[in-house]
């Protein structure tokens, strides 16, 4: 079985064999009970009376090597108990209370991290709208586009600049394909790296502005180039032609400040001098924040066709362990932080036996924010759970997609383009 079978080691039992330290699983799905999740340990008389308020007829099952204390048996406890006498007296009074604050608890805080996703799932929209329009036009009317280029960037890291707090979201399903993917990935993780080093509004619009258009050039040079993952000398001539048509593109647009085209030029650089075009050491940090993240993004999506996708916690790995040479270290520190221990889109298995897909990095970086997966919901209306709210319930390690079975991938779809933006909590003025 699977790992994340939830029925593995799982005992039926009775609503009358219910005690404190139990640890149990009501095969319910999460709208149909109070708790924030429907495997847990049984931690006090109120969370036994609120469960046997549950519809649990043959969906009651116990762990054993979970749970802290034996099972009873049924017949050992139908005898009264100090505890059973209580739940009998305060239940008429207690049970009902309990049951609409737990449900009202959970709803409350479901909805905020919906509310959250669907703010950025929104904004998100917005922004590829405008970013493809900007790659196809900037061309043939940079001006235009860089106007667009401009007001994008401006009311995002405005917007970021101003937050109190701001969280990075992996999005649902996108449709489609095209460079905004990566140039609005990479302009999002950018601003969050920006601020997290204090970079001003003006340097964080700057930063923005070069992360949407790095690589717009690439719409002059052949497309098989970008699709090969080893390159003769004439062809990787013809790849690092695209710096240049970005370049131009935005300085022919009027609207790129000389610290963004800065950015934009440098951000193939390396802090070991490996990089190009010139081999300089000492970029300044923008064009060093967006350099970390554009190697970040593609090596989750790669261009190149024979060139395998990592799960974000082997791109971490790859740039920490192999690639640290070519970035500031303190901005690695940091995107590491940012993105945490398990990043967006890690595939997990949690302690309860269940499978998830990180969709947000937590406060505690081992405590993120997931999307549980449920084959019997579809994946717009599964569970997602702040596992900083759920005590009881920690990862257990990471999962490969490539050992998941072909049904649960179909579910997930770890293949598809993934997409992140922001959510942002506003400063009080």
């Given amino acids: 079985m699977s790992l994340w079978d939830k029925s593995v080691g799982a005992i039926p039992i009775f609503p009358s064999q219910l005690v ?28 036994i009376a609120i469960i046997r308020t549950l519809p649990l007829v043959g969906r009651l099952y116990c762990f054993p090597d979970k749970s802290e204390v034996p099972l009873p048996s049924p017949v050992a406890e139908a005898e009264p108990t100090p505890v059973r006498r209580t739940l009998r007296r305060a239940a008429p009074l207690l049970v009902p209370q309990l049951l609409q604050d737990q449900k009202k608890a959970k709803s409350d805080l479901l909805i905020q991290q919906k509310m959250a996703g669907a703010a950025a799932d929104r904004a998100w929209d917005l922004a590829a709208r405008l970013t493809r329009d900007i790659l196809l036009k900037i061309a043939v009317a940079p001006g235009q586009a860089g106007a667009k280029v401009q007001n994008l960037s401006t009311d995002t890291a405005g917007a970021v600049a101003d937050a109190k707090q701001v969280t990075l979201h992996l999005l649902g399903q996108k449709s489609g394909g095209g460079q905004q993917f990566h140039a609005i990935n990479t302009m999002t993780l950018s601003l969050l790296l ?21 690589d717009a050039g690439k719409a002059e040079v052949p497309v098989q180039i970008f699709t090969l993952a080893h390159r003769n000398k004439h062809e990787e001539k013809q790849y690092r032609q695209h710096l240049e048509f970005s370049l131009r593109y ?21 802090m070991d001098g490996s990089g190009w075009p010139t081999g300089k050491k000492d970029m300044g940090v923008g064009a060093r924040i967006l350099t970390l993240v554009d190697r970040y993004d593609r090596l989750c999506a790669p261009e190149a066709v024979d060139v395998a996708p990592l799960v974000p916690m082997e791109a971490l790995s790859t740039l920490l362990r192999r690639e640290s040479s070519k970035f500031d270290p303190a901005l690695l520190g940091f995107l590491i ?5 398990y990043p967006p889109g890690t595939l997990v298995q949690l ?33 997602v759970l702040a596992l900083d709210h759920a005590d009881d319930l920690k990862i257990m390690a990471a999962i490969r997609p490539d050992s998941l079975p072909q049904e649960t991938l179909a579910w997930i779809k770890p293949e598809q383009p993934q997409a992140f933006f922001m959510s942002t909590q506003t400063l009080s003025r």
Wanted: net charge negative.
């Fill in 250 to 270: 935005a300085t022919e647009s009027g609207k790129f400040s000389p610290e963004a085209l800065e950015i934009l030029a440098d951000h193939h650089e390396a």
């Fill in 351 to 383: 302690s309860d036996g269940s499978l998830g897909q990180v969709v947000a990095p937590g406060v505690d970086s081992l405590k993120p924010t997931v999307l549980l997966y449920d084959p019997l919901t579809s994946k717009e209306d599964a569970q």
């Fill in 194 to 214: 920006g601020k997290r080093v204090g970079l001003s509004r003006q340097a964080l619009t700057d930063l923005a502005m070069a992360a949407l258009v790095h």
């Fill in 337 to 341: 932080k940012l993105l945490g221990i």
């Fill in 20 to 47: 404190v330290g139990l640890f149990v699983w009501f095969d319910l799905k999460w709208s149909e009970h109070p708790f924030l999740s429907n495997r847990m340990l049984i931690k006090t008389a109120e969370d």
